[in-house]
């Protein structure tokens, strides 16, 4: 098998997990998505995005017990190959010094597909990811470290790896570490077009 099908069969089997562990039981919705093998091998170095300061959390996150073994043995060996982003609706330094972003499948994934976000959270220890909302229905899984997660009710409840959180369609909801980074994994399949905002007014 050449380099592009090795990796690309490799891609397709942490998507296969992390879309498991997400509780995607149909996932014949990726067999026609394209995989993108320059996204893959030749991720976006730029200065800004190797410098996000959370990534120093993302060993320390695959590293902690209790994690999802079998996404966090995959994820290490692409580690070098995820791009990380921000969302640029979102502002404050303490914040986006803890905060990023990366998607496995999507529109600017290495699997490229135009109705499904398929991707990963970092947050490191100490951070409140605000309240914030967007059109799309959302799912996470926790993939490694313990944290809070609000939603419509305000009520902080502490999540554990294999957990699953289901926000509705603009359902304001929230996160926040402890002494743990977070490591999770989302799925969106509606509204990719319509970022998430930060919402005014609230409170930790």
């Known amino acids: 098998m050449t380099m592009k099908t090795n990796l690309e069969t490799e891609w397709r089997e942490l998507v296969g997990h992390v879309a498991t562990l997400l509780g995607m039981?149909?996932?014949r919705c990726f067999d026609d998505a394209r995989f993108d093998v320059g996204a893959a091998t030749h991720p976006d170095d730029s200065v800004e995005r190797r410098s996000?300061?959370?990534l120093r959390h993302f060993g320390d996150a695959l590293a902690l017990d209790g994690n999802v073994s079998a996404v966090c043995a995959r994820l290490e060996r692409f580690e070098s190959r995820l791009q990380w982003r921000q969302n640029p609706n979102y502002a404050g330094a303490e914040f986006l010094d803890g905060y990023a972003h990366c998607e496995l499948v999507g529109p600017a994934g290495p699997l490229r597909h135009a109705d499904i976000a398929l991707g990963l959270l970092l947050l490191g220890p100490r951070i409140t990811y605000p309240e914030h909302a967007h059109p799309a229905a959302e799912v996470y899984a926790v993939v490694a470290g313990h944290a809070q997660w609000r939603q419509g009710d305000r009520v902080w409840r502490r999540r554990a790896p294999g957990e699953r959180i289901h926000h509705a369609s603009n359902e304001p909801h929230a996160m926040r570490t402890a002494d743990e980074p977070l490591l999770a994994a989302y799925?969106?399949?509606?509204?990719?077009?319509?970022g998430a905002r930060l919402l005014e007014g609230n409170a930790s």
């Open 25 to 27: 039981a149909d996932q």
């Open 187 to 194: 799925v969106w399949q509606d509204h990719l077009d319509e």
């Open 52 to 54: 996000y300061p959370v």
